[in-house]
Every structure is written in structure tokens, then in C-alpha cells.
């Protein structure tokens, strides 16, 4: 079921980008169409990455049923029913958007199971080195920076200009907020949530599903599961034993 039909396409700087046909003019491939798999507020903002790589002739979405979803103006959007292929099998490729860590490895994990593409949505004022690794599934925001042998695994969100310095691991399914600082050599385990402005130092390892609060500074590792905050940075659950 559709939520709320609009035409196909999109328009930038007055034209129509609704042709399917069209080649994208900066690497000649033709445009693709795209379904973001997330309704709220994490796929507005993949959608105004998606909208500005100028690739995509067609963007829509589809709801996540653990999260119902927010009204988007002119855009398609499908519930999470039945047979999933019936609907994603006319888009090029799907990106999950939402802030939750399992709920993104969740849905990712049953795109692969489908055979589906994963896009990769970097915004084009990121800075990104040639030297670093991307897996599929990323979302990198406006203005973030990724710098050379620096890996981001699969599913990671990489918020607005933050910063993930050289020689840093970023595992799978990490969501990585705003002005986030990593200095080089830093590994972050899988599925931690890096908060608002927090600084890493360098040669720093931060365990799985960890939590480091917003504006915390980490000065020594993070045990799996710790959830640090202050500065410098400790863990209030060993405060709370």
C-alpha cells in the first residue's frame, strides 16, 4: 500500500530528473532509482544526500514498521508489507535509514538475504580520501571527513562534519553523530553510538555496542557494552555498581 503518490522524479535547479535514461553527467552512468527504507528523521537527511550526489532519477520510501513515519512532501511512500521484493525489486538500490543501530543491521541483513543492492549515500561536500574504504550500506553527511586508510564498515552512519582521522576502523552498523573527532589509529567495535561532539584520542579502541556521550572526551579504551560520559570520559554504569 502507498501512503501518498507523487510523479517520478525529482527537480533541481528547474529541471526534471525524472528520465530514466538520463546519464549522469560527471561519470556517464545512467541514473538510478533509489528506495530509502526509513520514513523519519534519519531518511529526510539521506534524502538530501541523495538528492545533492544528483544520481538518482526516482527517490521513494518505505516505512519501518517498528517506527511508522513522518510526512514528506511530493515523495512516495510504501508501507512495510507482505512480500517485500514485490516493491523493491523496481529500484536500483536501497539504503536504510534510521538511527538505531539493530534495527539498521535488522533491515540491511534482510536486504542481503534478498539479494537487493545496498547504495552507498555520500553527501558531495564530504571529504572522503581515495586511500580509505567505504563497505556498502553507508551514509556520509554533509561535510564529514574520512581520511586516508581510514575503514568504515557496513551500515555505518557518518554524521556531519565529523571527523575520522587516518588509520581508524569504524566496524559495522556504528552511527557516528555530528562533529564527532576520531584521531588516527582509533577502532570503534560494531553497533556503538558515538554522541554529539564527543573527541577520541589517537590509538584509542572503543568495544561493541558501546555508548560515549555527547561532548565526552576518551582518553583510554571502552570495554564492550560501557556507556562513558564527561571529561575525560568514564563509565557510569561501573559508578552505578
Request: overall charge positive; proline content about 4%.
Amino acid at each position: 500500500m502507498v501512503y501518498k503518490c507523487s510523479r517520478w522524479g525529482w527537480r533541481t535547479g528547474g529541471q526534471n530528473m525524472g528520465n530514466e535514461d538520463r546519464k549522469d553527467r560527471e561519470n556517464d552512468q545512467p541514473m538510478k532509482r533509489l528506495l530509502i527504507w526509513g520514513a523519519g528523521d534519519q531518511g529526510i537527511v539521506t534524502l538530501d544526500c541523495a538528492l545533492a550526489m544528483k544520481r538518482y532519477s526516482c527517490i521513494d520510501f518505505m516505512e519501518l514498521k517498528e517506527k511508522g513515519h513522518r510526512p514528506i512532501p511530493g515523495r512516495r511512500i510504501f508501507r512495510e508489507e507482505g512480500n517485500l521484493w514485490d516493491v523493491m525489486k523496481s529500484y536500483d538500490e536501497v539504503s536504510v535509514a534510521t538511527g538505531s543501530n539493530d534495527l539498521r543491521e535488522k533491515k540491511i541483513s534482510r536486504l542481503k538475504s534478498l539479494g537487493i543492492p545496498l547504495a552507498v549515500i555520500i553527501h558531495p561536500t564530504a571529504v572522503i580520501s581515495p586511500l580509505s574504504r567505504i563497505e556498502k550500506g553507508c551514509t556520509i553527511h554533509a561535510a564529514a571527513v574520512i581520511n586516508a586508510y581510514a575503514s568504515i564498515g557496513t551500515g555505518c552512519i557518518i554524521n556531519t562534519q565529523a571527523d575520522i582521522e587516518h588509520d581508524c576502523a569504524v566496524e559495522d552498523y556504528v552511527n557516528v553523530c555530528p562533529k564527532v573527532s576520531m584521531a588516527g589509529h582509533t577502532i570503534v567495535g560494531r553497533k556503538t553510538f558515538l554522541g554529539i561532539g564527543c573527541t577520541i584520542i589517537d590509538g584509542i579502541r572503543i568495544g561493541m555496542e558501546a555508548t560515549v556521550g555527547a561532548g565526552a572526551v576518551v582518553v583510554r579504551d571502552v570495554p564492550d557494552y560501557a556507556v562513558v560520559v564527561g571529561v575525560p570520559a568514564k563509565d557510569i554504569r561501573k559508578s552505578a555498581d
